[in-house]
């Protein structure tokens, strides 16, 4: 695969299964009885969807959110544990490097739940760990000569910078595992205590013999399993499917004390821990990537279920994985972008955007084609008019705002957001009429019904965002045809359009906070992937208009060639010839034969 990133090398790479898990068909219950019971705590949550402009929009029909359920194979209504409430684990990162875009895909699929959830009414409680013990973390910290906990907390910190460029909302909580070291511990006397665990040598391995279910969420059967990823064989093990609780600390490794010895956590028992000391024993969804239905989710449910026969987590929701060349894309295999590679020559909402435009339980397979797609359509996006959130941002700009429509502006690419402003700006209204054109009503209650329908779908984004073309269009029309800016109420259409799609853009996290600065900026990324600065760009746009003037149409189309060939398209106007960002003509050619 041809493509302008290298694949991201760590300074050592750790062997790891991709072994194809095949889902079952049962549905998970715990059927067994343990020695004692604890108190189990629980939340969740249901409200009723409220959105509309001023009130006037038609409530869709179609307004239950349905979820992909992985326990149960099939998608179910969302109900959740507690009216209002929603409780939501998602599974975060092993902190040892540098996350790359198949850890992307999982915060920015939940990110959007997270946000959808909060759209519907919902109050949520959204929990997000880091695993800062473990063994490769311990590896990496001995590659580099440096503390285990300090290097994690570097690249916790690292993970957050991501999330930030990528517009993910911060969740409500963050645990670390070594912040929660007596709960991991309390955890792990109780599953002892009721017989679901053994301790050998100091070790302690839960017993997979012990539980019947066992194997329900992945769709395994007992006798085919084996030692998880991350867990060594072990002939000490009464089964080989047995998974470490706690492991005797090794010379030079951190350790906690326990009352089998001084050692550290096993990987699974952190998240149950976690998410009981945060949620509870019963609560909503539990999220993660695929990768992490077995073994990971599956042992983190007997872990759970033998502590509290009441606990039950109502959805495990799992997304699809990031490809290269049809490949999963893996720290271990070196086939993996980090984030940061690929922020450095897209937009990191052009990744965001790549990312939504494919569902997320399917499989998306990352070429430059589809990232160029992406920031190209993401520019189309945004020099379309600002959206305000709200009416009373509309009414702000219409009471500020004074750019004559004949003020010249440096970036031909950014007039339509100028001319919005224009617009807005030469009415004397300070507020806004409460009727609008059938017209719009009918364009934005359509646009709204495929927003609601879409997501409530088990979060169809790629449809939403296909839907976004007949607003925009509107909008467009509205601004720069003859016919558009005669119409009936035209400034009211406007702030009606960009309340909805600030509202819609919002929920899918691609709200920047400024349209001028987030243009300049992809103008910069395109500017890098050309390897061209803004003056050379200049510089050729004058030479091109002195070859025109000399009749040397011949040289005038091999400049604008030249220029198109690296993704700078020239758009010429009464004002003159400036420039925007566009999909390399290679990558062009190379799209229309993917399509």
């Not at 003859?482 to 009936?488: I, P, T």
Request: charged share 25%; with cysteine; net charge neutral.
């Amino acid at each position: 695969m041809s493509t302008l990133l290298k694949f991201y090398r760590p300074l050592f790479s750790i062997p790891y299964s991709t072994r194809t898990v095949q889902l079952g068909t049962h549905r998970f219950h715990c059927l067994f009885k343990p020695k004692r019971r604890i108190r189990c705590v629980s939340t969740s949550s249901h409200s009723q969807p409220s959105i509309g402009i001023g009130g006037k929009w038609e409530s869709p029909e179609f307004s239950e959110l349905w979820l992909q359920n992985t326990i149960s194979r099939k998608k179910e209504v969302f109900r959740p544990k507690t009216e209002g409430k929603v409780g939501m684990y998602v599974c975060g990162v092993t902190a040892y490097d540098l996350s790359h875009i198949g850890h992307a895909r999982v915060y920015v699929t939940f990110d959007v739940l997270y946000r959808y959830l909060r759209h519907l009414g919902y109050q949520v409680t959204y929990v997000r760990n880091f695993t800062d013990v473990d063994d490769k973390i311990i590896s990496r910290a001995k590659e580099l000569g440096e503390d285990p906990i300090s290097l994690s907390r570097r690249y916790c910190e690292e993970f957050n910078r991501d999330m930030v460029y990528l517009h993910c909302l911060p969740p409500s909580a963050e645990p670390r595992v070594s912040d929660h070291m007596p709960q991991i511990l309390d955890m792990i006397k109780q599953i002892i205590e009721n017989g679901y665990a053994y301790i050998v040598d100091g070790d302690v391995y839960f017993s997979v013999e012990k539980f019947p279910d066992y194997g329900r969420l992945s769709g395994r059967k007992l006798e085919d399993n084996r030692a998880g990823e991350r867990v060594a064989v072990d002939s000490r093990k009464k089964h080989p499917a047995d998974f470490a609780l706690w492991k005797t600390a090794k010379e030079g490794e951190p350790f906690w004390d326990s009352p089998w010895g001084p050692g550290r956590p096993g990987w699974h028992i952190e998240c149950s821990a976690m998410s009981a000391a945060y949620l509870g024993y019963s609560f909503d969804i539990h999220g993660g990537g695929m990768d992490l239905v077995f073994p990971h989710h599956e042992n983190e449910i007997a872990q759970s279920c033998a502590v509290c026969n009441h606990s039950n987590i109502s959805y495990w929701i799992h997304n699809g994985f990031v490809t290269v060349d049809s490949e999963k894309m893996s720290k271990s295999l070196g086939n993996f972008f980090t984030i940061r590679q690929v922020i450095d020559l897209y937009h990191p909402l052009a990744l965001r955007l790549f990312l939504l435009g494919t569902h997320y339980q399917s499989p998306i397979n990352y070429a430059d084609v589809l990232l160029e797609s992406a920031s190209d359509r993401i520019f189309y996006i945004y020099q379309v008019p600002q959206y305000p959130t709200s009416l009373q941002m509309e009414e702000a700009c219409l009471s500020s705002l004074s750019l004559p429509s004949s003020q010249p502006t440096p970036h031909r690419h950014m007039n339509t957001l100028h001319d919005c402003e224009s617009a807005l700006s030469q009415r004397d209204v300070v507020t806004l009429k409460d009727t609008i054109p059938p017209d719009t009503v009918n364009i934005i209650n359509n646009f709204y019904n495929v927003f609601v329908t879409s997501m409530s779908d088990d979060l169809h984004t790629p449809v939403v965002l296909a839907a976004l073309s007949d607003p925009l269009k509107t909008i467009n029309d509205l601004l720069h045809t003859r016919k558009g800016k005669k119409q009936e109420l035209r400034i009211e259409s406007l702030a009606a359009f960009g309340k909805i799609l600030g509202n819609v853009l919002s929920t899918l996290g691609l709200m920047p906070e400024s349209y001028s600065e987030i243009l300049q900026q992809l103008r910069d990324k395109a500017l890098k992937r050309a390897k061209l600065t803004e003056d050379q760009v200049l510089q050729k746009i004058d030479e091109r208009t002195a070859a025109r003037k000399n009749k040397e149409y011949e040289r005038s189309d091999i400049i604008r060639k030249d220029l198109a060939a690296v993704g700078i398209a020239l758009m010429d106007s009464p004002d003159g010839t400036t420039w925007r960002p566009a999909v390399p003509l290679a990558i062009q050619e190379q799209q229309v034969s993917i399509t």
